[in-house]
């Protein structure tokens, strides 16, 4: 069983800046991108940012661009993804997953509200 696991979610005013964490298995994360997704309530899961092996980012959803970082710390074999400026709609669920293996970690809840 590959176990990708998230955390960091909860509850934040807006405003607010989190940083959420994805920790990888060793065997894959040197060798494989990774992605964050997110499904608020009522809608489709979503690309949030993803980040190639190199370290390369990619960011899919246009509202984030400019307040969401993703980076990688391949001493740790962990991916961030940095939010800041946090709005009422960037409430989600927020999941990792290994890009191309289909292994997806549990889910994070991030609740905006003031």
């Known amino acids: 069983q590959v176990q990708v696991v998230e955390s960091g979610g909860g509850s934040v005013q807006p405003g607010g800046s989190p940083r959420l964490s994805c920790a990888v298995p060793g065997s894959y994360f040197s060798s494989h991108g990774v992605g964050w997704y997110r499904q608020a309530p009522g809608r489709q899961r979503e690309l949030v940012a993803s980040i190639s092996s190199g370290g390369s980012p990619y960011y899919a959803n246009s509202p984030v661009k400019g307040r969401f970082i993703i980076s990688r710390d391949n001493a740790k074999n962990t991916v961030y993804l940095q939010m800041d400026d946090l709005k009422p709609e960037d409430t989600a669920v927020y999941y990792c997953?290994?890009?191309?293996?289909?292994?997806w970690g549990q889910g994070t809840q991030v609740t905006v509200s003031s």
């Open positions: 997953t290994i890009s191309g293996m289909g292994y």
